[in-house]
Every structure is written in C-alpha cells, then in structure tokens.
Nanobody
C-alpha cells in the first residue's frame, strides 16, 4: 500500500510564495525507483499537469504556465517531493495533488499514468 500526504498549501497574496510537500509511505515500494508529479485541479476544471521529477531527481519538466516560477525537487532519503511556488498568480488557485508514477523509471506528464493520489492541499492566491 502506498500513501501520499500533501501539505503546505494556504492563502497567499499574488506575488507571494508557498512550498508544498508530499511524503510517501508504504512498505512495498522503493521511492527512488519512481517519478513523481504535481498536478492541480481548479473548480470546474480537469486535473492538469504542473511538474514532473524523475526517480533520481535528474530531470524536471513543467507546464508552460509555471516555468520560471515553480521548482520541483525531491529528497529520496525522506521519501518526499517538494514544489516551491514563487510569484504566485490568481490563476494558480487550485487544489494541488502529488502522484506517484505507476511504472518504475517512467516519463509521463499524463495524470492517467500516476496514482496513489493524496488528499490534496488547497492553494488560494488572492489579489
């Protein structure tokens, strides 16, 4: 069983910063073998890709709207992935979820290739 727990969301003014964390637990998998992704879902919209990090942290990919503002990182010793969000905009408001790639050592930006979603953490950006 794999469990992911997100934290770090909150209310922030436009231009501000937040750091999200996602910690994985479970005795049946090795965290460092799996890519991780951050996705978000705004009210009335589908879940969308935000950022991807490879199993060893060597590669990161971002959706265009967050490039230069968000940074994804991971600490495999702590089974944790982070999303540093700077220069937040109103349109970043959403519930943010982390997901573990379903296949080991796999590259994908499609939510269908990720699973074990946590409960999400709300990010609200105000003007």
């Amino acid at each position: 069983q794999v469990q992911l727990v997100e934290s770090g969301g909150g209310l922030v003014q436009a231009g501000g910063s937040l750091r999200l964390s996602c910690t994985a637990s479970g005795s049946t998998f090795t965290f460092s073998n799996y890519a991780m992704g951050w996705f978000r879902q705004a009210p009335g919209k589908e879940r969308e890709f935000v950022a991807y990090i490879s199993w060893n942290g060597g590669a990161q990919y971002y959706t265009d709207s967050v490039k230069g503002r968000f940074t994804i990182s991971r600490d495999n010793a702590k089974n944790t992935v982070y999303l540093q969000m700077n220069s937040l905009k109103l349109e970043d408001t959403a519930i943010y979820y982390c997901g573990r790639c379903l296949r080991a050592r796999y590259v994908s930006f499609d939510a269908a290739d990720f699973g074990f979603w946590g409960q999400g953490t709300q990010v609200t950006v105000s003007s």
